[in-house]
């Protein structure tokens, strides 16, 4: 038994990956964010984490070099009450997805090089 | 109006440091921990954080260099469902508070350094 591509089946597949391009085409994507306005807005975030991302605070993590991904992810889980912290809760709550996103690229562009004890 | 020390008060206040030397004394302390025990235990972090602490996914924070302080909380709230992750609740959950300490005082014993952007 052979099977052909169905010509219905191909017309749908061609709808659907049309429809994804144009729905993936009109979100803001994490390349569209901005890092020089993310350093701007880092000036909340420097009294904790520094400008360069480096922790003030013994309690605060290092953010410098963190992937947008994961930086994204917990912005948003602190805005929106998935993760709780007595400071974090407050400061992420006003932020707009495209605060995160500009935040999330300055971090994110720092570069970090680590040394292993011997 | 001048306020004079109260003996009893004093006292109070002598018993409380003694009780409270004596508690603090008896926790074990992150100084305690084994930086060697812990990356010998990170094997099983590898995969995800590196034996360097640096990701290598990218929905995974990079963690070298972290505070004890801070890695403790964060394996505590993820062993104890604090904090929810689909990974990192799986693997923190049978950890002992020596193993968190032991695996804490291995990442924070990594050095980072940092390259802001121009």
Known sequence: MTIEPHPRH???LALWFG??????GSVPTAEAADAATGRAKAKACQACHGIDGV???AHVPHIA???EIYLIK???A????ERKDPQMSIMAKPL??????NLAAWY???????TVPE
Not at 19 to 24: G, I, P, Q, R, Y
Not at 78 to 81: A, E, S, V
């Open 19 to 24: 429809l994804v391009a144009h729905v993936t």
């Open 55 to 57: 922790a003030k605070q």
């Open 10 to 12: 191909c017309l749908s």
């Open 96 to 101: 707009s997805d495209e605060d995160i996103a």
């Open 65 to 67: 070099g963190e992937s």
């Open 74 to 76: 917990q912005l948003k």
């Open 78 to 81: 602190f805005r929106d009450g």
């Open 108 to 114: 994110s562009s720092i570069k970090i090089t680590v």
